[in-house]
């Protein structure tokens, strides 16, 4: 069955440090994974998106997320976090049925100032 | 670029009460969703709709009814509102299947 399990509900990181939120997934096929970011009061917005080729995608505001074939995992990194990071993310693979994604729990970032 | 405006912002409502959640894209997408959002659990798909009066059920569609009329609007109603039910409910729309889905802001349900 496909699945994605975000193990850390939520992180707490200083202003300046680095940043790595861990994800791994389940997948019977070709995964095509997605991060997504959902800052306070607001809907989601694409970060990043992977389907295929490099497995190091980059994605706005200097995120980037890895893909390991070996360790099922897509975990997404930044360099420096800013306070402005403070926000849920989303791990989201898609389904067998093409028009349907699974979302993991997300993991709660808080940066502290 | 386009926008997802989801109406009302907030609900609030009766237990037992049939309530109805809006959702506008000006995207021109042929595919939209909505989606539930509680805390802790991530999102899980109500309906999905692939077209202009398509409809498909997602994971969680019992005790909510769905329709798309136009290409532009998807709308989602709680048939009996219940209090375990207070929760974000999120419209997306994407062009095709999995490509990049587009969210509104939300409407946050509140059952008295």
């Known amino acids: 069955a496909q699945s994605v399990t975000q193990p850390d509900a939520r992180v707490t990181v200083s202003e300046g440090a680095s940043l790595q939120l861990r994800c791994k997934y389940s997948s019977s096929g070709t995964p095509y994974l997605f991060w997504y970011v959902q800052y306070p009061r607001q809907g989601l917005q694409l970060l990043l998106k992977y389907y295929s080729g490099d497995p190091v995608v980059q994605g706005v505001n200097g995120f980037e997320a890895e893909f390991s074939k070996s360790n099922s995992s897509f975990h997404l990194r930044k360099a420096s976090v800013h306070w402005s990071d403070s926000a849920v993310y989303f791990c989201?693979?898609?389904?067998?049925?093409?028009?349907?994604?699974?979302f993991g729990k997300g993991t709660h970032l808080h940066v502290l100032p | 670029g386009g926008i997802i405006t989801q109406t009302p912002k907030f609900l609030i409502g009766q237990e037992g009460q049939k309530l109805t959640l809006k959702c506008q894209q000006n995207?021109?997408?042929?595919?939209m969703y909505w989606y539930r959002q509680d805390s802790g659990k991530g999102l899980r798909l109500i309906y999905y709709?692939?077209?202009?009066?398509?409809?498909q059920k997602g994971d969680l569609s019992e005790g909510y009814d769905a329709s798309r009329e136009k290409k532009s609007s998807f709308s989602l109603t709680v048939t009996s509102a219940q209090k375990n039910e207070m929760a974000v409910f999120l419209c997306a729309s994407s062009i095709s299947g999995s490509e990049t889905l587009y969210f509104g802001s939300g409407t946050r349900l509140t059952v008295l």
């Open positions: 995207f021109n997408h042929d595919t």
């Open positions: 989201v693979l898609r389904d067998t049925n093409a028009y349907k994604v699974i």
């Open positions: 709709s692939i077209t202009e009066n398509d409809l």
